[in-house]
């Protein structure tokens, strides 16, 4: 299966999107060759500003960019993008609802060797609580174009969580990333797995694996994280009685709580979140760490089998 | 019309913003006198005389847009636009009450003529450098003006905006830094020292002017040189008297924060009447 990292779709997506909109400016912060911005930068030059090692300038230039009718995208790895400029996030754009976008690469613990430091997991739920903010976390490549499309649409701000390592393509070029639409990726009975981003991918695997134990378990894919799609959580656990949360994040503020508190208000049914238990990453491969940290379909397969 | 009647004009408005403020801050309860009241002339000449505003269009795109970095200082911006026709001036009285359009910082999604939404310090700057590279990509001639505070300097955000302004060569950009000498804990001086303030601001590539920030005519030639400088932005560090206007507030940090109450407020008015 081919695989594209979403950091290298977003680049190419940008490419694409600023030659639509003269209104598309992109701001990075010494960061473009590896969020991939460098694409748009050699397209755009003149709509493209690099502020330097300066995240939370980059977040209150392109606030007083939108105040003026541009669309910035702001591009750093996620953990400098919500940790060093999360009080510009809030105060200079959350608050006053501005249409700035904040494409992140780099998230999660697939940054691999670079350790703890650089590898996000709490992005999510820093962002998923902040008033006014959509929140994207793409699945593969064709998602993260989805995503970049839609963001332009939407109102406020937006956050779209990307990544650093190849993940393979799950769908085909004619499909179309609606906003706050999960997307039931695989039909089961006996449990449904719900995940977001490189997850989707490893749930998928693990409903092979449960399937060739005879076990039917559905994969809802939830690209948005916010606003979430509530009635295809409760339809799943409706149908299958049984939900397992995937996701390379924290188990805390992240999908699986934004799942389990859908879950208590709604249709209670049994569950388990596999994610980051409350811990750091470290330095390693990007397989190795998933393997250690219990983000494999494996894992989900066992969560799923302990459940029902 | 010449020069001495203009000068004697805007300070007049400013004498009316003035009772304003301390109006507005003992029907509120609370707020912040000290730093709206050293701020007072140069928004005075902001509003009524240097920027290119329209009130009866707020989103105007050739507006020239004023960001209000040290955001606590609200009830001078307020003061300003109700006296430019923003909003009624009665509406004054309902600062920081439930329901107004006057919130205790200022949010420009609840009132007209509020280009920013501020109250976390250190932030208007890079703001105002994003208007300013706007103008530029849109090829417009607006301008932007930022207003900080002293001991806002100390955050670092605004020496990154500062290095990224200079480097945009952002000449349709000020930056005013409101230089009263005080902050929350005491003078900024033994707070976290800032100077040599203009030179630091030239260091980081900045045209620098020094002025008395009371006085209309160093105000308005500081504006006027600003205009026809190139290459460069321009800050405009205004030296002020911290509760300018108001004898017992002067250069008092006590000041910073509290609302005068009953007598006070009419002694205040009595020295701004
Ligand atoms: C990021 C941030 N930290 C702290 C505060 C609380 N605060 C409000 S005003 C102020 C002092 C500001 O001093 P200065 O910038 O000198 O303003 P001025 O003297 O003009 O009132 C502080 C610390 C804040 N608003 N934002
Ligand atoms: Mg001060």
Redesign the pocket.
């Known amino acids: 299966m081919t695989k594209i990292a979403t950091r290298e779709a977003y680049g190419q997506a940008l490419v694409t999107l600023g030659a639509e909109n003269p209104d598309v400016v992109v701001l990075d912060a010494d960061l473009a060759k590896s969020t991939k911005t460098l694409a748009f930068k050699k397209h755009f030059p003149h709509r493209f500003f690099d502020l330097g090692i300066a995240e939370a300038n980059m977040i209150g230039t392109a606030a007083g960019l939108a105040t003026a009718g541009k669309i910035p995208f702001c591009s750093t790895f996620a953990v400098f993008a919500t940790g060093r400029a999360y009080?510009q996030i809030r105060q200079s754009v959350a608050y006053p609802n501005l249409h700035v976008i904040i494409a992140a690469t780099h998230a999660g613990i697939t940054v691999g060797e670079d350790g703890a430091s650089h590898q996000s997991v709490e992005d999510l739920a820093l962002m998923r609580a902040m008033p006014n903010m959509t929140v994207f976390v793409p699945a593969d490549a064709v998602e993260t174009a989805g995503a970049v499309r839609a963001a332009v649409a939407c109102d406020g701000p937006v956050y779209i969580r990307l990544g650093r390592s190849g993940v393979p393509v799950l769908h085909g070029d004619d499909f179309e990333l609606v906003p706050g639409k999960a997307v039931e990726m695989r039909r089961g009975l006996d449990a449904t797995i719900i995940a977001c981003g490189l997850m989707v991918a490893q749930a998928l695997e693990a409903a092979e694996q449960l399937a060739a134990e005879g076990i039917d378990v559905g994969v809802l894919n939830v690209h948005t994280l916010k606003p979430l799609d509530v009635q295809a959580i409760v339809n799943a656990a409706q149908r299958t009685g049984a939900i397992v949360t995937a996701e390379e994040h924290s188990i805390i503020g992240g999908l699986g709580s934004a799942v389990a508190e859908t879950l208590a208000e709604h249709y209670p049914v049994p569950m388990l979140r596999v994610g980051l238990r409350d811990v750091f990453g470290e330095s390693g491969k990007p397989d190795e760490l998933l393997r250690k940290y219990g983000l494999t379909a494996e894992d989900i397969a066992n969560a799923v089998q302990s459940l029902i | 019309m010449d020069m001495d009647q203009a000068v004697a004009e805007l300070a007049e408005k400013a004498r009316v913003i003035r009772r304003h403020i301390i109006a507005m801050l003992g029907e509120a309860g609370s707020g912040?006198p000290?730093?709206s009241l050293?701020?007072a002339d140069i928004v005075t000449a902001l509003y009524f005389r240097e920027m290119r505003l329209d009130p009866s269009r707020p989103d105007w795109p050739e507006r020239d847009r004023f960001v209000l970095s040290?955001?606590?200082?609200a009830p001078v911006l307020y003061a300003a636009l109700a006296e430019r026709g923003y909003f009624p001036v009665e509406e004054l009285g309902t600062l920081r009450k439930l329901g107004s359009r006057l919130q205790g910082h200022p949010d420009m999604k609840k009132l007209p003529g509020v280009e920013m939404s501020t109250?976390?310090?250190?932030q208007g700057l890079a703001v105002a450098n994003g208007m300013a590279l706007a103008a530029r990509l849109d090829g417009r001639d607006y301008r932007v003006y930022a207003l900080?505070?002293?001991?806002?300097?100390q955050?670092g955000q605004v020496w990154e905006a500062a290095m990224a302004a200079a480097h945009y060569a952002l000449e349709n950009l000020v930056a005013i830094v409101?230089y009263?000498g005080?902050?929350?804990d005491g003078p900024?001086s033994e707070v976290m020292a800032p100077e040599p303030v203009p030179d630091k601001w030239r260091a980081f590539g900045w045209h620098v002017l020094e002025i008395d920030g009371h006085d209309m005519r160093q105000i308005l030639a500081a504006f006027a040189e600003a205009r026809h400088t190139r290459g460069q932005p321009t800050a405009i560090i205004a030296r002020t008297v911290?509760g300018k206007g108001v004898s017992f507030m002067e250069n008092e940090v006590d000041w910073?924060?509290v609302a005068p109450k009953g007598e006070q407020i009419a002694q205040a008015l009595e020295e701004l009447a």
């Open positions: 009080d | 912040h000290g730093g050293s701020a040290k955001g606590h200082a109250g976390s310090l250190g900080l505070g002293d001991g806002e300097l955050e409101d009263n005080l902050q929350i900024v911290k910073h924060g």
